[in-house]
């Protein structure tokens, strides 16, 4: 990202224009003119601030995830995630759910959005997870060579992202919740 001469505040009303705009139109649909009308910003202004369409998207992601994983540490891996499900409503949930479903079927054709999604949104979640389930190993709660660690992700995106497909419900806090009870602590051994 460039060096920035927007003031923090500004910088959030863009990225809450852009979620707004990825919600109602999705990511095809999103273009810079329109984040630019929405913003009452030029578009000049937003490519030397972000570069691409993709790095606005997946900054925007990142900026407004609630959620820091590294920062949760309540002292039990069903304590973490029950604190890390327990930062987004519900209501916000869906939405995102639905959101992380329309970019999935925008990555298959822009590679340059899954390379933005990969370094601005997904590693740093990957390493704040990494952090969690790595104390729950120093701890002693999982052993340190179960073969769930490194699916621990995997699981928690696909319950995100497919209940909605598979039970036309929204994915929900109380979902989460018996999902990690159900399923990612056995399979952790916890």
């Keep these: 990202m460039a060096r920035s001469r927007l003031t923090p505040e500004r910088e959030s009303e863009l990225y809450e224009a852009v979620i707004d705009l990825l919600a109602e139109v999705g990511y095809d649909g999103l273009t810079m003119d329109a984040v630019a009308a929405r913003t009452h910003s030029s578009k000049a202004t937003l490519y030397r601030q972000w570069g691409s369409k993709p790095q606005l998207v997946a900054q925007s992601l990142r900026n407004h995830k609630p959620v820091r994983i590294e920062e949760i540490d309540t002292g039990t891996l069903r304590g973490d995630f029950r604190e890390m499900i327990s930062r987004t409503d519900d209501c916000e949930m869906a939405r995102d759910s639905a959101m992380m479903r329309g970019l999935a ?13 990969r370094e601005l949104l997904i590693e740093p979640e990957m390493t704040g997870l990494g952090q969690m389930l790595r104390r729950a190993v120093e701890r002693g709660e999982v052993r340190a060579d179960n073969p769930a660690l490194d699916l621990v992700p995997h699981m928690m995106v696909g319950a995100f992202v497919t209940r909605p497909i598979i039970e036309d419900r929204p994915c929900d806090q109380a979902f989460l919740n018996a999902y ?3 399923v990612v602590l056995p399979a952790l051994g916890v």
């Design 180 to 182: 990690v009870d159900a």
């Design 105 to 117: 079927h925008a990555i298959d054709s822009n590679p340059e959005l899954l390379q933005a999604l």
